[in-house]
């Protein structure tokens, strides 16, 4: 043992450790070794590819809005309140987290779709939601919406409310209080979060199959565009894999920047 | 991480061996039969297995339900099977390819498309070209799977281009499309929707003869119950399996 700082730690746990390492590292490895490389940029720069590509970052980057809108808000409330039911409800709106995306997809379609709880009366009013890319970002935003609570709503009760109550004493009123000193405050957890969300959201496959379809520059992103090509050029699918790895290895990146800020 | 990596080799090794060591085991006459067959086969084959089963003592079979080019991948990567059903000859020729066929593949049925819309069929969809209408919210399969390679024979031959508002990847999801009320109009195989039933109206069209789609049936190299493998195929290609292949929609293969 070269280690000059005392880890503490028996030292057959690096057994486990190391295959648990292999067993997430080893399928990577796998898809790279299948990588076609004289093909490669050829692959992934192929008319589909672009627009499904193209299609991801653009509705993944809108649901990341829509999740902070809608997530900080939610969380603040979480964090920062209580009242009767309080945690049946988290329990219940970070549901998306754990259910099967494909439940999610076939609620969304009786909620949005065309003889659905609210899409029957957007119907009315000329409003077609299914098929659009309208949809696509709903599935993503169901789906992602957790990860910004679950995160920011960790940071906001680690952070504590010392700062507000100091903020209201002097007082400021509770809209300058949440703008000028909670959300600073917590900023590097929100980027973190939106981050994870964006993450999720550019993955989404199974609300998506089932609820927005699968056209080419409308509701193919490319986690659809990969399933795709697999039936029919498994070089592709493979090649288009990669790429979604590296944004996942860059956004993991991104958000361990984040937290290195605080 | 040499140990590492001998640990999850010896796991493979324990989970490779364990599907087909009853069937050598047993007395002589037990046999159990692994058969990769298309997923629009399931309702089908599970019927004609079962039939199988009753017909021949000592003998089951299992069956591997999935998208055809899945199943080649499979097959191509080892997995242990005696009958291959596929639901296009492409991917069957890509197990002949590859040498893993005993002998030629037999067609054994022959699917075309239909339309199918919501019963009592709102838009008063008459035929192929109705599809083309703008007001009509229509899905179909993608030309990358067969379902939409057939659909795309059909828009070629008849010169009327479809505009869909989805390409599904594969053919129950247009099917569902049209079932959840989401699409006016879906073009699915005939075996599909005489399988959903009163859940949708279907509508015959001629143009769909210029796009048969022929199911291949072939014994697999690997198999090592080469003789119930084969008696099997001719059970399907025999009364039984025309007879069951037939009520749910499929027509003989010319």
């Known amino acids: 043992m070269r280690s000059s700082q005392y880890s503490g730690l028996p030292a057959w746990v690096y057994v486990p450790a190391a295959a648990g390492a292999a067993f997430v590292l080893l399928p990577l490895l796998a898809l790279m070794a299948r990588v076609d490389w004289s093909q490669f940029i050829s692959l992934i720069t192929s008319e589909s ?14 649901s990341t809005v829509a999740c902070v809108v809608l997530g900080v808000p939610m969380a603040v409330v979480l964090a920062r309140t209580r009242f009767a039911g309080q945690s049946v409800l988290r329990s219940l709106v970070l549901l998306p987290m754990v259910l099967p995306p494909v439940v999610g ?147 993991i990146g991104l958000v361990r920047g984040s937290r290195g800020q605080m | 991480m040499a140990a590492v990596l001998a640990l999850i080799g010896g796991l493979n090794a324990c989970g490779g061996d364990g599907d087909d060591g009853d069937s050598t085991a047993a007395g002589s006459e037990e046999v159990t039969l692994t058969v990769f067959a298309a997923a629009s086969l399931t309702s089908t084959f599970t019927e004609l297995g079962e039939r199988f089963e009753s017909e021949n003592e000592g003998v089951s079979v299992e069956f591997n339900f999935a998208g055809s080019s899945d199943l080649v991948a499979q097959i191509q990567n080892g997995s242990p099977a005696d009958v291959f059903a596929s639901a296009d000859e492409k991917n069957m020729q890509k197990a002949t390819d590859d040498d893993l066929v005993e002998g030629e593949p037999t067609l054994f049925a022959a699917n075309t498309l239909q339309i199918v819309t919501a019963p009592g069929n709102p838009k008063g969809i008459e035929g192929f070209e109705d599809l083309a209408a703008e007001d009509i919210t229509l899905v179909i399969c993608a030309p990358e799977v067969p379902c939409g390679a057939a659909t795309k024979e059909v828009e070629e031959s008849s010169g009327i281009t479809l505009s869909p508002a989805s390409e599904e990847s594969a053919v129950t999801d247009v099917l569902a499309k049209v079932t959840s009320g989401e699409a006016d109009a879906g073009l699915v195989y005939v075996t599909d929707a005489v399988g959903a039933g009163d859940a949708v109206e279907s509508i015959s069209f001629p143009e769909a003869a210029d796009a048969v789609n022929d199911y291949p049936i072939a014994v697999l190299a690997g198999s090592e119950h080469g003789d119930m493998a084969q008696r099997f195929v001719d059970f399907v290609l025999g009364p039984t399996g025309r007879e069951v292949l037939g009520e749910a929609g499929f027509v003989q293969s010319e």
């Open chain 1, 105 to 251: 997809g076939i609620a969304l379609l009786y909620t949005f779709g065309r003889r659905g709880l609210l899409g029957e009366h957007l119907e009315v009013v000329g409003l077609q939601i299914a098929f659009s890319t309208v949809a696509v970002v709903i599935a993503q935003t169901f789906v992602s919406l957790p990860f910004l609570v679950v995160s920011l709503e960790g940071t906001l009760r680690t952070a504590g409310r010392r700062y507000d109550i100091v903020a209201a004493t002097l007082g400021a009123k509770p809209t300058t209080v949440l703008r000028r000193v909670t959300l600073p405050l917590v900023l590097p957890g929100l980027a973190s979060g939106a981050i994870l969300a964006f993450a999720r959201a550019l993955g989404e496959f199974g609300a998506t199959i089932t609820f927005a379809g699968s056209l080419q520059g409308v509701t193919r992103t490319l986690p659809l565009e990969i399933y795709l090509q697999r039936e029919v050029d498994p070089d592709a699918a493979v090649a288009l894999s990669l790429v979604l790895v590296v944004v996942a290895v860059l956004v």
């Open chain 1, 49 to 62: 590819s672009v627009a499904a590509l193209r299609l991801s970052l653009v509705t993944a980057s809108i």
